[in-house]
């Protein structure tokens, strides 16, 4: 089975041709991470998270949520796929926010794209900073994107995904092109979303970007990143954190059972 593409595309806001081009590449991956949050509700509030294509097309596109790289990267690739674009599967080990000399387990999804003889990176399940358009793989250079500049650094059969931010280079993940397969993903989604010590079961993450700008939700606070400067807050109360992912991160909450809970513990001693 795959997902209702003309869903798809209209839950993304996409109305252009639909052919396998490096140009319907490029809008398609600047559009989903605007349009579909990065949230972790569904560990959070320890719900299954599935994804199969039937389960992704309704939460995410149906249902008006978000979801995590698994979610939105499989969401990606069966568009992609339906437009006739070649796609492929892998894992990285994350790089961002861990110390130096700690190795992370592959629990990272990103894609491979093979278009008229070049490999590109695509990813739009990182969070924050997450890619808002595709890089060449097999090239070292700094490659603009719709929002930061990124690096793909190789060594050997290994490759580095950093960007800059400000006038520092931050490394993103490190991956191979090992592909995966569906129960590959499974056993890391189950690990991220079950695990006690899992950030994804014991706090609250929500990224979206708009043209202008990145919204990030680490727990109840909330920054607001620009070229040209952040701004951050933190949410005291329920209604506050309600509405931060209602209106910035456009998430739908009808239906979450015990939602109002975890948002409290989210905002315990902010008072």
Known sequence: MTIDLDAYLARIGYAGG?????????????LQPQAIAFENLDPLLDRPVRFDARSLEQKLIHDGRGGYCYEQNLL???????????????AARVLWNVPAGVRTPRVHMLLVVDLD???????????????TGPLLLNSAAEQETPHEPFQVLRDGDHYTLQFRLQDRWMKFYRFDLSEQLQSDHEQG???????PQSIFVNGLMGARAEPDRRY????NALSVHRKDGSEKRVLR???ELRDALTDMFKVRLAGL???DTALARMTAGSA
């Open 18 to 30: 639909r052919s396998a081009t490096l140009d319907t590449l490029k809008a398609l991956h600047l």
């Open 76 to 90: 990606f690739a069966h568009a992609l796929r339906a437009m006739g674009f070649a796609v492929s599967e892998h």
């Open 117 to 131: 003889g070049e490999r590109y990176l695509v990813d739009a399940g990182f969070g924050g900073n997450v890619l």
């Open 189 to 195: 989604s189950w690990f991220v979303s079950t695990h």
């Open 216 to 219: 990030a939700l680490a727990n």
């Open 237 to 239: 109360s329920v209604a």
């Open 257 to 259: 059972d015990g939602r």
